[in-house]
Structures are given as structure tokens and as C-alpha cells.
């Protein structure tokens, strides 16, 4: 059923039409709203949609999260982080025939060339390892020429998986660079995760020795966050590539919006945040100083823009996030007993129960990663590296249709025009 909207300006009224999804919210299409000489107002994009995309779908009171149609607690238990960057980018899940095919063309790509890898020379030992793989993906700009016709679909898949195949050899040389360690080259034999895992951790020539648990675990952390529909550095990526900029520049600026600890930043402050508080003595307090409007401080890794009831993701993190405590035998950290006693009082605190405030999923991933023995610095890299199919699917998503250059208007609240003063009359 076609619906509409009527709305009423200075007496004169308008006929909107509601555009109908196929789950979820239909939209008001207010495209014609500016021949009508007025704009939506709407920072933060709260009810605004800025597309239209057949990607991924969130229900965030129901706690739904769904790929390509399939639900992510199917998608993680079932299926590899490979089937799944497949189904992102295709739209269907591979056969076997296909996954082996796209294995194969994604270890054709892993490679960092060997005169691009000096670039990590100019970072300093202490950097941030964001700034570093920003910056090294901003620059494969410079190498791949042919990727920079994004008007080919057969180009655009070749940058795309590029992107997937190279990011964990890019994220490995910022870890290593900042350890001062010799790069380990990817090894093809080796599946995704654990051959990110093994050139952060290993040598090359030598065998891996990453734990099976601890490979398994960081698979599904790259799927848990492999797409999130229109979030700040999705939208982000849409937004510059909406410039037709270079794939990589638009991927890079992705990254950047990434590193922000009100969205991927998150898991690295988690982390902070506990060893700030320091003893489980301290976690009342802290509960105290969230819910103090007068104090800035927040739960890291509590609430969600979308997810209202608990985040899916989040439930299926904190089952990974046991199994692997548990292979680590660290169930008795310090910091994770304060996480523990955090949780409990979050969860029967009424300050977070009303506000619908749930452990998401970088509260686990955090926990999680810190018990696997990765550095804090590195988290938000290990978003990165499990976000880049779903940039690159919205990227590609964005290119195949008729698009616009993103350009939000305003409500200028500023002065009325008026005269110059001059310098010596001021
Ligand atoms: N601790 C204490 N109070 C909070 C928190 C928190 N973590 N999050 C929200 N609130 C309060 C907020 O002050 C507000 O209170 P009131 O209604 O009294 O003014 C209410 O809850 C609603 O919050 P909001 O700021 O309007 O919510 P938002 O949708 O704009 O922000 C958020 C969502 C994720 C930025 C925010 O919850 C936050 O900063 N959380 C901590 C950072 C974090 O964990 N981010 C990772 C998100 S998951 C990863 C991803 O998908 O990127």
C-alpha cells in the first residue's frame, strides 16, 4: 500500500511519499522538500536515512542484526570470516567452488610491496597504530592505478578484495613497526585470522604455533564486525567515495572515522577506562561518575546508538570472550574481574536499565582481546581490519546505482550580511 505524508507549509500543503523497506522503517522521501524553499533538520542523522542499501539490517529494539538476510548468531557460529566477506560482497553465500576461488584471489593480494612497506620508516615507534594503517591505506593510492576506474564493476571488485586481502598484513606491519620487529610475510597456507595472527606473533619461514581457540576466536570477531549498516565510518566512506575520490582515500577516511572511541576507539577505551579504575573497590565510584550529568565520564562499551534492548553481537562476543579466558586460563585478571563487577552493577543499575544502556560488543571484544595478548593500541585495528568488507560492500553498493555527491545543507544561525570594518577602524 502506497503511503503518504501531508505536512502544511505557510498554509500551502504538500504531498510526501513514504518509501517502503522491506523490513523495518519506510522513510519519508523528502527530496522534494527543497523546491519548496525548506530543509530537514536533523543533526546526528537521528531519523534520517541516507540511502538505500540491501546490505545489512538492524533491528535495534528487537535485537536483530542480519547480513545479507542471514542473522548474525547463525552467521558466527556457522560460517567462516571469508564465507563471509563472499556473502557481503555478493549478496549470496559462496559454494565451495566459489570460497576456494575467492580464498585464492584475496592470497593473490596479501602481499605489501616491498618499496611501499618503507613508508613505515617515517612513523615514529610510538604512533598510534590507526595513524599509521590510515595513512598506509590512503597510500596503496599511489600503487594501484588501474583501481582508481570506478566506473568498472570488474575494477571495483578487485579494489575491494584487495582491501580485504591486504588490510592484516598492513595492521601486522604497524603492530611490528611500533615494536621495532622485522615484518612477518603473510603466509598462504594459513586461513585469515590466524595469518594476521601469525605476523603479528610469529616469524616468517617458521610454522604458525597460534592457538586453534584463539584463531577461531578473532575469526568471529572479524565477523561479528564485518558490517553495521549506516554507521559513522560506513557512512563515511559513502560520503567521500560520493566525491568519486580514489577508493583508497575513501577507505582511509573510513579508518579515521573509525578511531573515535564513541565508535570503534571504543574497545581500546574500555580497556582504559578499566585500568583507570584500577580495583573492583573503585567500580561503585565509577558507576557514580557516569550517571553524573556534571561529569563527562562514561561507561566505555555501554550503549548503542541503535540497539535499544542488547546488542547480538554482544551476546555472541561474550560466549567467544569465555572460551577464551577460560583457554587462557586469566579468569582470574585483575582487570577483567573489574570488567566482571562492572557488568553486574551496570545491568541492575536502574540509571542504565531505563536508559536501555547494555555491555556492547566492545566491552567483550576488549576482554577478549586483551586475554588473547593483544596490545591495547592494536583493538581498534582489529575493528578496522573487521569492518573493511562491509566499507568496501557499501563503497561498491554506493557506485553500482545512480548516486549523488553526499552534501548536507544547514540552519544558519550566523550574522545577517553586513558591511566590512575597516582594520583601523575596529
Ligand atoms: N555511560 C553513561 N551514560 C550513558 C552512556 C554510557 N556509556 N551512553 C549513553 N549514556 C546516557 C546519556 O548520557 C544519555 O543520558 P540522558 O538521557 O540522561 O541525557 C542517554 O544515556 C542516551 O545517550 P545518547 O548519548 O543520547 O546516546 P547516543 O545514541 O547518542 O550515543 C553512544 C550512543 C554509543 C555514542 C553512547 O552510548 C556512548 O558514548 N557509549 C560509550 C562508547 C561506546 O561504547 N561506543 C561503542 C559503540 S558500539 C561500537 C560501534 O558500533 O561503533
Known sequence: MVQKVQITIDGKSIELNVLEASEGNNVVDVRGLIAEGIFTYDPGFLSTASCDSKITYIDGD?????????????????????????????????????????????????????????????????????????????????????????????????????????????????YKHGRGETFVEPDPSLGYAENFLNMCFGETGKPSTISPVIAEAMDKIFILHADHEQNASTSTVRMAGSTDCNPYAAISAGV????????????????????????????????????????????????????????????????????????????NDPLLKIAKALEKIAREDDYFISRKLYPNIDFYSGITLKAVGIPTELFTVIFTLGRMPGWVTHWDEMLSAPYKIARPRQLYLGEHQRDFIALDAR
Not at 98 to 123: M, R, Y
Not at 318 to 324: D, G
Open 62 to 174: 528487537a535485537g536483530i542484526l542480519l547480513y545479507r538476510g542471514y542473522a548474525i548468531e547463525q552467521l558466527a557460529s556457522q560460517a567462516s570470516h571469508l564465507e563471509v566477506c563472499y556473502l557481503l560482497l555478493n549478496g549470496e553465500l559462496p559454494s565451495s567452488t566459489q570460497l576456494a576461488e575467492f580464498d585464492a584471489s584475496l592470497k593473490d593480494k596479501q602481499t605489501v610491496d616491498k618499496q611501499f612497506q618503507q613508508i613505515f620508516n617515517g612513523f615514529a615507534r610510538g604512533a598510534h597504530p590507526m595513524s599509521m594503517v590510515g595513512a598506509a591505506i590512503s597510500g596503496l593510492a599511489s600503487l594501484y592505478h588501474e583501481s582508481t576506474d570506478i566506473t568498472d564493476a570488474e575494477n571495483r571488485k578487485t579494489t575491494a578484495q584487495r582491501l580485504i586481502a591486504i588490510i592484516p598484513t598492513i595492521a601486522a606491519m604497524a
Open 256 to 331: 579515521s572515522a573509525l578511531w573515535g572511541p564513541a565508535h570503534g576507539g571504543a574497545n581500546e577505551a574500555v580497556l582504559d577506562m578499566l585500568m583507570e579504575i584500577g580495583d573492583v573497590s573503585r567500580v561503585a565510584e565509577y558507576v557514580e561518575k557516569a550517571k553524573d550529568k556534571d561529569d563527562p565520564f562514561k561507561l566505555m562499551g555501554f550503549g548503542h546508538r541503535v540497539y535499544k534492548n542488547f546488542d547480538p553481537r554482544a551476546k555472541v562476543m561474550e560466549s567467544y570472550c569465555a572460551a577464551v579466558l577460560a583457554e587462557r586460563g586469566v579468569e
